[in-house]
């Protein structure tokens, strides 16, 4: 896997929830590309918790939006916007897990929608929660003029995470 440079990082008033990295109340997540997929590995918190000990669903649907965003942003190298999104619960996740793998990928292209399937595994790898989106692309000026957008790019070197 390479990790994603994130090309917002140190932009001035770039505060966003999902993967500001400086956002001490946002779930910071950061990603890699893997062949065909976008991953992140996150590690949950207490203060993202609905019931005890679990994690808000809320926050599930966060990370698994955010990640079909990025999607968007390496895979196609443009921004936009989600359209619609449908998500499944299938497995409470435990805030106390040392992290949760999610991983996305390009299911169908139609003009300028892209149809994103995304999933949500616990530390054992059992699958928690998918999604499923439909995105909105905006053409490459929109990006560069309304999304601060010029490129998404990868490090040069492979990484395997650290869990």
Known sequence: MKKIINPWKGLEGYNCFGCAPNNESGVRME???DGD?????????????GWLDTLHGGIQAVLLDEICAWVVIRKLQTTGMTSKMETRYRKAISTKDSHVVLRASIREMKRNIAIID???YNTEGE???EAVCTYFTFPQDKAKEEMFFEACNVEPEEVLPLI
Do not use: D, G, N
């Open 31 to 33: 990603f890699y590309e």
């Open 37 to 49: 997929e976008i991953v992140s590995i996150w590690k949950p918190r207490t203060e993202f918790q």
């Open 118 to 120: 995304a999933r949500l």
């Open 127 to 129: 699958l928690c929660s």
